[in-house]
């Protein structure tokens, strides 16, 4: 049951144990997942292309989430990004939907409501 038509969910955050449930949890319902340890992993090894959204810790050394996103925006790349924090109000959920995310979750999360993100930026792509 591959959901993703051939594109990959991205998954770029700093906290190993958290990239691995993120990555059992989106192949148990058929996605293909990549996950990155790091903002600059991500933009170093990642096929354009083939990525269908990016689901981005905003809290990581070296270039954090937010840095990412705006860089993703700024050279024009059309990739849906899911932003996940342990650290979200209000002015954070609002600085990272201005600069493009299509959607702001926030540590601990549900898994239904990851998942429905992921199939709604996927759709947008």
Do not use: W, Y
Not at 36 to 54: D, I, K, M, P, Y
Not at 82 to 89: K, N, R, S
Request: charged residues 20%.
């Amino acid at each position: 049951m591959v959901q993703d038509n051939g594109r990959v969910v991205c998954v770029v955050d700093d906290d190993a144990s958290l990239r691995r449930s993120l990555r059992n949890l989106l192949t148990s319902v058929g996605f293909r997942v990549e996950t990155f340890q790091s903002a600059e992993t991500f933009l170093e090894t990642v096929h354009r292309e083939n990525t269908g959204c990016v689901v981005l810790d905003l809290r990581m050394t070296g270039m954090n989430g937010l840095d990412l996103l705006r860089h993703l925006s700024a050279t024009g790349s059309r990739i849906p990004v899911i932003i996940l924090t342990a650290h979200g109000d209000d002015e954070t959920r609002q600085r990272t939907l201005q600069a493009g995310a299509v959607a702001f979750l926030t540590k601990p999360f549900q898994s239904a409501t990851l998942l429905d993100a992921v199939r709604t930026a996927l759709a947008s792509a």
